[in-house]
């Protein structure tokens, strides 16, 4: 099934994910619908259990809406197999977290080609991919390096070059600056910002710091409860 | 996933929790070398009374009589009008032997030369029998652990003694070797056609016979000459030799077939083939035929009822003993498949711990682009290789078992003053067998830790601390 897309990188239409818990009905994103711009950068704000990780998850392919379409596009991600939704995962967009999620027993090289093994990217093309996104993140002489070895900093750097590595159209971000004192977070906001201006990568990015949202992304939709609240351009909402 | 990668990051996980997985694998190593060990004792015990009944002549013989000779064991006695019919059965000649040889499959085809006869050594007189023996019995397990040698050659004037006649000669058996001693014995002479006179004892001096090989023309009588023939002994054998059926068994004093047949010993036939009016050819009571196996002598069997001769093999027997060992070997086999079903069940709890441990990061895994498949795929490996691993190494434990039951075996038979035997055998089916019982089985162990890895979540995975 495919949408009018019209420019749209990814697109949700009347999106609701509920849980049930016990016997109660938890209704995480309710009736949600938004549409990100090919090289937008959106900012997705809320207090804690407003959402809009559980939206981003949705973006991402990690987890199916119980109602409402998602377009990335063009193709509607409820109705894809777990095969198709792994490929949505594996070329159409990257993502980072709060937490990093490296592979302790990996180093930086091995964490950032990961994704091009599970891609099945020819393996005389690795290492030039890898050195590509290390370059871009500037970490290339910590190749063999541990993320124990590496500073929070470094270490959400390596996982914004292992989100690049398999090259893109859409960058979901949940939290990145989460775990990160505040001048490293604002070197990682500049090299989001950097990437979505340089690569005319559409940015998605979870966060609940609103100083930074309306400083980096172009546009801030706001949630609360799990409904969509605000809307608009960042200096608009800020 | 391609292959490739999928081994390297199965084998990256295997070595990170290196403890936990070389346990796991010694679990499954310790099963398959327990089911190696029983079954390698099966076979080596099958593979040592095969060898030593094959060997025994008993098993790759056909014994072979004229249909007149031939009652089955046991049977009734035939009716007259079938006896009558039997006089007319075909002939046990050496036109016959020489047709038995060409059967395929046959190896050789000798008759039964024994007889009782008087030696003597020292100078003193001692009686006995004496049984011709091929070179084909130089295999035989009775010669083995033999003291001194085997005959020379076929017409050696040589002797191996019987142990027990040996202890008849001298106490040191073992002196016995390189004396002489003297064989006496009766030599068939035939008459010529008009003698009416000899020099021994004759017979059949009014039926034409001549049972002899023999280019003198023939009266059909023979008479019996005194004969003395010197024999060297060059060999003491231990256990007594039973080639064929009822064949050089019970001999004590052996010499080579060919020798025993050149000296023209008068034979129990003789008499009966002279009175029958048997002339020309020899014929012989029975002939026993060597088949190349076992497996050979139901085929060979069947060749020589099909020339109208009376045939009794053993081979029922063998049918019998393999039943046995299969029977022998498939509950020693359940016995050791016991223990790798318990190292089964320490496949499952590691790589369901795994799962616990690594939810993480096939949390990951799945945000980065794998799919359910890959990660099924990936645990699947995993247990692949601890089964294949754990495979060789049980296969290598099993062996040094065998070897070592061997080892004691034989510490025991030396003091029993027995030659030592080998107890375990694990042939290449076996190994190749083992090894990939331990993956299949490893591999049916992962099925559900793999596919419940596959089902997780990935958000709730990744929620995971």
Redo the contacts between chains.
Sequence with gaps: MTGNSNGFAIRTERVSRQYAMGEALVHAVEDVSIAVQAGEFVALLGSSGSGKSTLLNLLAGLDRPTSGAIYAHDHNLAEMSSQELAYHRSYTVGMVFQAFNLLPRMTLEENVELPLRLAEVDRAERPARVREAVERVSLAARLTHRPSELSGGEQQRAALARALVNRPTILLADEPTGNLDSVTGDAIMHLLQEINRNLRMTIVMVTHDRVRAARYAHRIITMRDGKLVTEGASDEIA | ??L??LTE?AA?NLR?AVLRNSLTTLGIAVGVASLVAMLSLGVGLQELASTRLSRSGLFDAVFVTTQANMRAFGAPPRPAAERATTQAARKLDDDARQQLTGIKNVVEVYPEVRFPTEVQFEGKPYMTTVAGIPASARADGAFDEMKGTFFSGSEADEAILQIEFARDLSRQTESLIGKELVLRYAEKEPLPADSSATPAATAGKTAPNDSAADDAPASGGFSLVPREMKLRIIGVVETEPATGFGGFGRGRLLIPLQIAQNLRIAQPTDMREMLRGNTGKPTYESLTVRVSSPKAVQGVEDAIKGMGFGTFSILDATKNLRLFFTVFDLLLGIFGSLALTVASLGIINTLVMAILERR??I????????????VRRLFFAEAGAMGLLGGVLGVAIGWLIGRALTFGTNVYLARQELPPIDLSSIPWWMVVGAIAFSFFVSLAAGMYPASRAARL???EA?RYE
Aim: hydrophobic share 40%; proline share 4%.
């Design positions: 996933m391609k490739r990668d990051l990256r990170e993480r990061e949390g990951i895994l799945k945000a980065l682009g794998a799919a359910d498949r890959d979540n990935p958000v990744l």
